[in-house]
């Protein structure tokens, strides 16, 4: 959530954030917009996807003899100051901003696949919509997330970072 309230401080995405009503200042607000937005839009196919796979996960993790909990339950504690996001609350705000988010996994990126794309259109799996900025964040398996601050806003055609860009952010 941090690194979401970070990336949203830059000028093209607080500009693009601002033209459609939106403002992502403080890292707990966010986390009850983003779970409000799951809420409203739970009857959304895709959220009923994203449910149904976190619902097999949980169901993974009870076979292996491991805690689990349901939805409701995840979405409740999403808001407690201190629960970590994972990978549903990463899309779920990538939904929720409507803006693609490129995960550079730190303990596997190679130069064929510097990034694992989201998308942020709750309506298509689209990635890379010209115009949009797009929120980059690092990723260590399991162990954090990292804001990734490029030195300039050099974007490409798609509006997706470019290579030496993520380059130079990695560097």
Known sequence: SHSIVQ???RTVVREELRRRGKSVTDYMTLKKEVRQFILDNRDHPRVKDMKLNYEQKQ?????????TRGWSIYWADMLKNGEWADDTFVQATAFFLNLDI???IADSATY?????PISG?????RVGSPGRPTLLIGYISDQHYQSLLLSEEELSVSGCPTSQAVDDALR
């Open 102 to 104: 490129f995960l550079v």
């Open 7 to 9: 990336q949203c401080q």
């Open 112 to 116: 064929t696949q510097l990034f694992h």
């Open 121 to 125: 259109d709750i309506n298509s799996d």
């Open 59 to 67: 169901g993974q993790l009870a076979q292996e003899g491991q805690l």
